[in-house]
Structures are given as C-alpha cells and as structure tokens.
C-alpha cells in the first residue's frame, strides 16, 4: 500500500510547510514513504496523498472537539490506529487544521523535554 504520490500529495505538503517552516525545531523526514513533520525526534504530523495525519490528537477526540473536516483514525493495512487522527484535508483546508497541528507540535516539544 502506498500512502504518498508526490504527484498529488505535494500541494498538501506545501501548505503544511508554509505553515510549520519557521516554527522552531521542525524538521520534515519521511516515514511510511510519506512526508513527516517532527520536532524533537517526536512526529506530530504526516502527510498522505489524500490527507494529513495528526498524531497526537485521537480520532475521537477530534470528533469531540469539533473537527471542521471529516477525520476518522488512521489506518495501516492491517489496523485502525486510533491515537492518530488521519483529516480529509486539501491544500486549501490546512489553515483550518492550523491550531491542532500547532497543539501536536507543542506535545511533541513538552514531550522532548520531559524525556518521554
């Protein structure tokens, strides 16, 4: 299973860079094949051909708070990960998105420095 097209997913991963590029620490390196946004050793963010990943933020807890686009946990080929939020989301649509991925960034920074 392929989870990233350069193709069709490089938009997305654009906005999600103009987004996070200046934010202290970032760094962007694949897994799954797919572009991730770490800071501190610790992935907050995933890009998908058709979707962005958020993984500190649970699929239900998304559903709770509100979620502005449709989100669902995320899901390997063999199972539902539900942890992870995995969001509908185009290029145009990552504004929406802006504050729960600055939230994931911030976990992944306090998570850094406790040493979790």
């Known amino acids: ?12 991963r654009d906005a999600v860079d103009r987004l996070v590029g200046d934010w202290d620490g970032v ?7 797919c572009p991730c946004y770490s800071a501190g050793g610790k992935i907050f963010a995933i890009v998908m051909s058709d979707g962005l990943v958020l993984t500190k933020l ?11 686009l449709p989100v669902a946990p995320f899901r390997t080929e063999t199972k539902n990960v539900p942890s992870w939020s995995k969001f509908a989301v185009g290029p145009d649509d990552v504004a929406k998105l ?4 600055e939230e994931g960034y911030r976990a992944a920074v306090a998570e850094t420095e406790t040493g979790r």
């Open 58 to 68: 649970p699929a239900a807890e998304a559903v709770r708070r509100g979620s502005p």
């Open 1 to 12: 299973m392929s989870y990233y097209d350069e193709r069709i997913g490089a938009p997305l």
């Open 27 to 33: 760094s962007r390196k694949r897994m799954f094949g």
């Open 98 to 101: 802006a504050a729960w991925i």
